[in-house]
Nanobody, 126 residues
Framework: QVQLVESGGGLVQAGGSLRLSCVASGSTFSIGAFGWYRQVPGKQRELVAVLSSSGAIKYADSVKGRFTISRENAKNTVFLQMNTLEPEDTAVYYC????????????????????WGKGSLVTVTS
């Protein structure tokens, strides 16, 4: 089992920045994809950004150029630096871990995630 604990959400004005962190603990011997999804009420959970242990990265088109995902392997921690935030970025952000990497289509499907954090609310006001 893997436990994921997020931190760093909050309230920010449009154009501002936030940084999310997620620490993984437990059976972290095999991590294929580690990163973030988000969800707004009434919509499906969607990919934001994930990275692999070898450094491959997948971003959603809507966040490219604004968000940066990074990882500190020694501490099993993944970060999401979110800049130039927009009201459309308002959502609950979930840390996610998969045992395997995958195709773009596979990574985009939240049903393929093996472990989830509890979520961290990000609210962007206009």
């Amino acid at each position: 089992q893997v436990q994921l604990v997020e931190s760093g959400g909050g309230l920010v004005q449009a154009g501002g920045s936030l940084r999310l962190s997620c620490v993984a603990s437990g059976s972290t011997f095999s991590i294929g994809a580690f990163g973030w999804y988000r969800q707004v009420p009434g919509k499906q959970r969607e990919l934001v950004a994930v990275l692999s242990s070898s450094g491959a990265i997948k971003y959603a088109d809507s966040v490219k150029g604004r968000f940066t995902i990074s990882r500190e392997n020694a501490k099993n921690t993944v970060f999401l630096q979110m800049n130039t935030l927009e009201p459309e970025d308002t959502a609950v952000y979930y840390c996610a871990l998969r045992r395997t990497w995958g195709t773009s289509q596979s990574l985009a499907d939240w049903r393929n995630v093996d472990y989830w954090g509890k979520g961290s609310l990000v609210t962007v006001t206009s």
